[in-house]
């Protein structure tokens, strides 16, 4: 497959879709571990935008070894291609984290239904007999702080490890196209 759209080679097109999106999605995903009123609008497109992810990566590490077969072989080149890959773990984990939210905003959702669906106190209940106490979601007040704090510690290393990770392929890559190539002062017509 040639790795090439009008012209330009497709890794530095989808670079740049790669180094905007990553870090979106993993501050987003931050953000809904952390906060429950957010998580129950925007899960399902942190979900989509993380499933998305995983194949735009993929695609533009296999673009990259495309362009890197076309031209010269040069250190730099060498430096950002050793680096390149290693995106990929964290795609993975980004997506993890995402499912992950996912699966805990339909367990809230699920256990909501069921106890709007169970009888109320006044009709279901045996005098000194005590419900379990539920938050609006229908999980407990502990279970929910609990795995919001593990679910935001998890997407914060996740975050932080994709972030910086993008940050060291980008800045290798920048190195590679631009190290050399330009003056430090403006060039004379």
Known sequence: MDYVFQGLPM????????VIAVPVVAVLL????????ARRVL???ALVAAVLLVPLGLVTVEAGKWLQARVPAAPLIEAHTS????????????LAVAVLVAAWQVVTI?????????????????????SAPASESGV??????????????????????????????????????????FSDTPLED
């Not at 890794?11 to 740049?16: G, I, K, N, S, T």
């Not at 931050?30 to 009123?37: C, E, I, N, T």
């Not at 919001?148 to 800045?171: D, F, N, Q, R």
């Open 11 to 18: 890794h530095v097109l989808l670079v740049h879709a790669v």
């Open 30 to 37: 931050v953000v809904l571990a952390a906060w429950p009123a």
């Open 43 to 45: 899960w399902i497109p």
């Open 83 to 94: 680096v390149g890959e290693s995106i990929v773990p964290w795609l993975w984990a980004v």
């Open 110 to 130: 699920v256990a909501g239904r069921r106890r709007d669906a169970r009888p109320d106190a006044a009709s279901g209940l045996q005098i000194g007999q005590a």
């Open 140 to 181: 407990s007040r502990a279970a929910n702080v609990v795995v919001s704090i593990v679910l935001t510690l998890v997407a914060i290393g996740v975050a932080v490890g994709a972030i910086w990770t993008v940050v060291l392929i980008g800045e290798s890559g920048s190195r590679a196209v631009w190290e050399g190539s």
